[in-house]
């Protein structure tokens, strides 16, 4: 089926499918086999960190995987549950639901529905951009302080203990009190278990090492008798496929109030999805389209909400197990799909009897490598090298920027941390947008180069020669005339600014210039502009009409002249 964006080009359902060759049906085939021996597992325990039952989460594997196959552009991606989605889903629908259980299983569909919607109404009107309103370090920051509260979640079913609320610091205060209820069984099948997970994946990476040890765990109880030993278990897990329709025992009023919350959901799935998605389109050699991400996002959502699911995803760790296995094309998807189908119609059996110390032990090793210290310590490094200072700043921005978001999450909850990350984003943004760096300049041969950076070549006292490096605004105007005031001495008698670097300029910065022109004249000291270009110099000669007018130069060297031949 062919089908239009709004630029007027035409796409595919199952796009990657396009120009299919025969040769792709055993790699693709035997990746869909690697990705659901992960994908199974991993699906049970994303779902319990959601807080529904651990089918919900093979419930909404099947309609997201076949969906974003068929509109989304990767043709590497996994989409599924995931354990950032599926925290945001908890922090949303717990105050809402309260102690009813079918209620909170029914909207945690509602919200899948609803960010369904959102996603495919931001996918036709073109909000692919929005991805970038997220710094890298905020987005690192966030998930950094998402990965440890998830871990901290878990580590009272690792050690069979009662588990806390609150915060990351009060749960993880709450499992200290706790340690000397420790039940010494829970806590063996749970580290075993990890160390299988890690162990595999560290030295073995594609023996799928959460089934392996799921089926371990399995195996223990069953010969063992664990579970009357204390272990606890997952215990019945409805078999057969999920009912499909909109969700019951809830009204309109509930999907428009999780409408909101969608927004936030979106942004954190999109936002992985697509860095996971363009990773391995560049490994490949294609092109992903971020609106078309949106769309597959949104659709995935939307099947997995009228399917009984939740919240799903693009998944990096299944999408490089999907990668790495082979995979050609979105065929592996399509057969991870039939899988998990084969799994709920005759395999759900065997997973009832699964530790959730092994369940933990799956959560804690998948998301474990999302704790990327040295991230933050590369950021912390960058704020400590002698750099100049709007580099400085900018350096120090991004490093209280990741921390801030991080300490977000772990201090406030995993919503309260989204809203602080995106608002630290937009301060960022507009924190650098109003200090640009203004930049003294040194001649080098033909070319004017920052001083600061070559301070070997020689300047002269009675000259400056400055370049703003962005756009004169409102915003930035007052800090651009301090700055260019801040670098003359009682020796200086012209300014120059090199304008090629500013490409446009506003009322408010025109006006700033003519009063620059005017704080340095009183000091016996001419401002001049030189190589200014398009939309720069047309606001600037509206602004500043005959009689106020700078003077204008088509080069620094001619704008010069008159100073001597020292420069």
Same mark, same amino acid.
Not at 133 to 160: D, N, R, Y
Not at 171 to 185: C, E, F, K, M
Not at 260 to 289: H, M, N, Q, R, S
Not at 396 to 405: E, H, K, L, T
């Given at each position: 089926?062919?089908?239009?964006?709004?630029?007027?080009?035409?796409?595919?359902?199952?796009?990657?499918?396009?120009?299919?060759?025969?040769?792709?049906?055993?790699?693709?085939?035997?990746?869909?086999?690697?990705?659901?021996?992960?994908?199974?597992?991993?699906?049970?325990?994303?779902?319990?960190?959601?807080?529904?039952?651990?089918?919900?989460? #093979?419930?909404?594997?099947?309609?997201?995987?076949?969906?974003?196959?068929?509109?989304? %552009?990767?043709?590497?991606?996994?989409?599924?549950?995931?354990?950032?989605?599926?925290?945001?889903?908890?922090?949303?629908?717990?105050?809402?639901?309260?102690?009813?259980?079918?209620?909170?299983?029914?909207?945690?569909?509602?919200?899948?529905?609803?960010?369904?919607?959102?996603?495919?109404?931001?996918?036709?009107?073109?909000?692919?951009?929005?991805?970038?309103?997220?710094?890298?370090?905020?987005?690192?920051?966030?998930?950094?302080?998402?990965? *440890?509260?998830?871990?901290?979640?878990?580590?009272?079913?690792?050690?069979?203990?009662?588990? %806390?609320?609150?915060?990351?610091?009060?749960?993880?205060?709450?499992?200290?009190?706790?340690?000397?209820?420790?039940?010494?069984?829970?806590?063996?099948?749970?580290?075993?278990?990890?160390?299988?997970?890690?162990?595999?994946?560290?030295?073995?990476?594609?023996?799928?090492?959460?089934?392996?040890?799921?089926?371990?765990?399995?195996?223990?109880?069953?010969?063992?008798?664990?579970?009357?030993?204390?272990?606890?278990?997952?215990?019945?897990?409805?078999?057969?496929?999920?009912?499909?329709?909109?969700?019951?025992?809830?009204?309109?009023?509930?999907?428009?109030?999780? #409408?909101?919350?969608?927004?936030?959901?979106?942004?954190?799935?999109?936002?992985?999805?697509?860095?996971?998605?363009?990773?391995?389109?560049?490994?490949?050699?294609?092109?992903?389209?971020?609106?078309?991400?949106?769309?597959?996002?949104?659709?995935?959502?939307?099947?997995?909400?009228? =399917?009984?699911?939740?919240?799903?995803?693009?998944?990096?760790?299944?999408?490089?197990?999907?990668?790495?296995?082979?995979?050609?094309?979105?065929?592996?998807? *399509?057969?991870?799909?039939?899988?998990?189908?084969?799994?709920?119609?005759?395999?759900?059996?065997?997973?009832?009897?699964?530790?959730?110390?092994?369940?933990?032990?799956?959560?804690? =090793?998948?998301?474990?490598?999302?704790?990327?210290?040295?991230?933050?310590?590369?950021?912390?490094?960058?704020?400590?090298?002698?750099?100049?200072?709007?580099?400085?700043?900018?350096?120090?921005?991004?490093?209280?920027?990741?921390?801030?978001?991080?300490?977000?999450?772990? *201090?406030?909850?995993?919503?309260?941390?989204?809203?602080?990350?995106?608002?630290?984003?937009?301060?960022?943004?507009?924190?650098?947008?109003?200090?640009?760096?203004?930049?003294?300049? =040194?001649?080098?041969?033909? *070319?004017?180069?920052?001083?600061?950076?070559?301070?070997?070549? =020689?300047?002269?006292?009675?000259?400056?020669?400055?370049?703003?490096?962005?756009?004169?605004?409102?915003?930035?105007?007052?800090?651009?005339?301090?700055?260019?005031?801040?670098?003359?001495?009682?020796?200086?008698?012209?300014?120059?600014?090199?304008?090629?670097? %500013?490409?446009?300029?506003?009322?408010?910065?025109?006006?700033?210039?003519?009063? #620059?022109?005017?704080?340095?004249?009183?000091?016996?000291?001419?401002?001049?502009?030189?190589?200014?270009?398009?939309?720069?110099?047309?606001?600037?000669?509206?602004?500043?009409?005959?009689?106020?007018? #700078?003077?204008?130069?088509?080069?620094?060297?001619?704008?010069?002249?008159?100073?001597?031949?020292?420069?």
């Amino acid at each position: 089926m062919n089908t239009t964006d709004k630029a007027g080009r035409r796409w595919l359902l199952f796009g990657s499918l396009q120009g299919y060759q025969g040769k792709w049906i055993r790699p693709d085939v035997i990746a869909g086999l690697t990705v659901w021996a992960v994908l199974v597992p991993e699906a049970l325990a994303y779902a319990t960190i959601a807080g529904v039952p651990p089918v919900v989460g #093979l419930y909404a594997a099947i309609p997201s995987l076949i969906l974003y196959a068929a509109v989304g %552009s990767s043709r590497h991606l996994v989409v599924g549950p995931m354990s950032a989605t599926a925290a945001l889903s908890a922090a949303i629908i717990a105050p809402l639901a309260g102690a009813d259980g079918g209620k909170y299983v029914a909207l945690s569909a509602v919200l899948a529905i609803a960010t369904g919607i959102v996603g495919l109404l931001a996918g036709m009107i073109r909000l692919g951009f929005i991805a970038s309103f997220i710094s890298e370090p905020v987005l690192k920051g966030f998930i950094v302080g998402l990965a *440890l509260t998830i871990i901290i979640g878990q580590v009272p079913k690792l050690f069979g203990v009662p588990k %806390s609320e609150g915060n990351f610091f009060e749960q993880a205060w709450g499992v200290i009190s706790h340690l000397g209820d420790t039940d010494w069984r829970t806590l063996t099948v749970g580290l075993l278990s990890l160390v299988v997970v890690l162990g595999l994946k560290r030295w073995l990476p594609l023996v799928p090492g959460s089934l392996l040890a799921v089926l371990l765990g399995i195996a223990a109880v069953t010969v063992f008798g664990l579970d009357g030993e204390g272990v606890e278990i997952v215990g019945h897990i409805d078999s057969g496929l999920p009912s499909v329709g909109l969700p019951g025992g809830v009204g309109f009023d509930d999907y428009v109030d999780l #409408l909101g919350p969608a927004v936030g959901v979106l942004l954190i799935g999109f936002a992985e999805g697509l860095g996971a998605a363009k990773t391995y389109a560049a490994k490949a050699g294609y092109e992903v389209d971020a609106n078309r991400e949106l769309l597959g996002l949104g659709a995935a959502n939307l099947g997995s909400g009228l =399917a009984s699911g939740m919240v799903v995803n693009g998944s990096l760790s299944k999408t490089a197990v999907n990668g790495g296995a082979g995979a050609k094309t979105q065929v592996s998807g *399509l057969v991870v799909a039939v899988l998990t189908v084969v799994t709920l119609l005759f395999l759900t059996g065997l997973f009832e009897k699964l530790p959730e110390a092994t369940l933990a032990a799956v959560v804690i =090793a998948a998301v474990i490598e999302l704790v990327d210290v040295s991230a933050l310590k590369r950021l912390y490094g960058v704020w400590t090298q002698r750099l100049g200072s709007i580099y400085g700043a900018a350096a120090r921005a991004d490093f209280a920027g990741a921390v801030a978001a991080m300490m977000g999450v772990l *201090l406030f909850d995993t919503l309260p941390g989204l809203v602080i990350g995106i608002g630290v984003s937009m301060l960022l943004l507009l924190y650098r947008s109003s200090r640009p760096h203004v930049a003294a300049l =040194a001649k080098e041969g033909s *070319l004017w180069v920052d001083a600061e950076r070559h301070p070997e070549i =020689a300047t002269r006292p009675d000259v400056v020669v400055v370049r703003v490096e962005a756009g004169l605004y409102f915003a930035n105007a007052d800090h651009v005339k301090e700055s260019i005031e801040a670098l003359c001495t009682d020796e200086t008698r012209t300014v120059v600014l090199d304008a090629e670097t %500013s490409p446009f300029v506003d009322v408010s910065a025109a006006e700033m210039l003519m009063q #620059l022109r005017d704080t340095l004249g009183r000091k016996g000291i001419e401002l001049r502009v030189a190589r200014d270009i398009g939309q720069f110099r047309d606001t600037l000669m509206q602004a500043a009409p005959d009689g106020r007018g #700078l003077g204008v130069y088509p080069t620094v060297s001619e704008a010069l002249a008159d100073q001597g031949s020292g420069i």
